[in-house]
């Protein structure tokens, strides 16, 4: 009867600290991404794909791209007045960078419309590799070390939200 018991225990704490464990999977982890959110005020879905991005490179480059906002959305089409960019490197534009450095590390960019223009300045964006243990550990893991950018003057950390009026 105690032999019964003693298994019986130890199986219910196998069970136990067994269903804590994630399990591990093959899926791809990319880990954080970069992700500014904006509301657009005044404009309208198609006027947010078309703003005209210049993309001033400060690293000593002096280098300026230039793509369509709808190129750094984060659904790759404006669907709502509230949206995300983020800074994936638009196809058409030169140079590669890997997961772990930012495509807007050093730069400002101009957005430009009909009738006006804003622009979010001196991007700080450092990016290293998450040290994962288990599952996942060769995956890019990509964590956000540093990012800030100015905008109206005000500096803008991780997550906030800004405004462009039109």
């Not at 591990?24 to 880990?31: Q, T, V, Y």
């Not at 509230?82 to 960019?109: Q, R, W």
Request: charge should be neutral; hydrophobic fraction near 35%; include cysteine.
């Amino acid at each position: 009867m105690k032999k019964i018991s003693i298994i019986l225990i130890i199986s219910v704490l196998f069970v136990t600290f067994n269903a804590c464990d994630k399990p591990c999977n093959e899926n791809l982890r990319i880990g954080e991404i970069i992700q500014i959110p904006i509301l657009f005020n005044g404009f309208s879905l198609s006027e947010i794909d078309n703003i005209i991005i210049y993309r001033v490179d400060k690293s000593g480059i002096n280098t300026i791209d230039t793509f369509l906002l709808r190129d750094i959305l984060w659904a790759n089409s404006a669907r709502t007045t509230n949206e995300i960019i983020t800074d994936k490197k638009p196809g058409k534009v030169a140079g590669s960078y890997d997961e772990y450095e930012s495509y807007f590390d050093k730069c400002d960019l101009i957005f430009e419309w009909q009738n006006g223009k804003d622009t979010l300045s001196n991007f700080e964006i450092t990016k290293s590799q998450e040290s994962i243990k288990v599952c996942n550990k060769n995956d890019p893991n990509v964590q956000i070390d540093k990012f800030s950018f100015v905008h109206k003057g005000k500096i803008i950390a991780k997550n906030e939200q800004i405004q462009i009026s039109k």
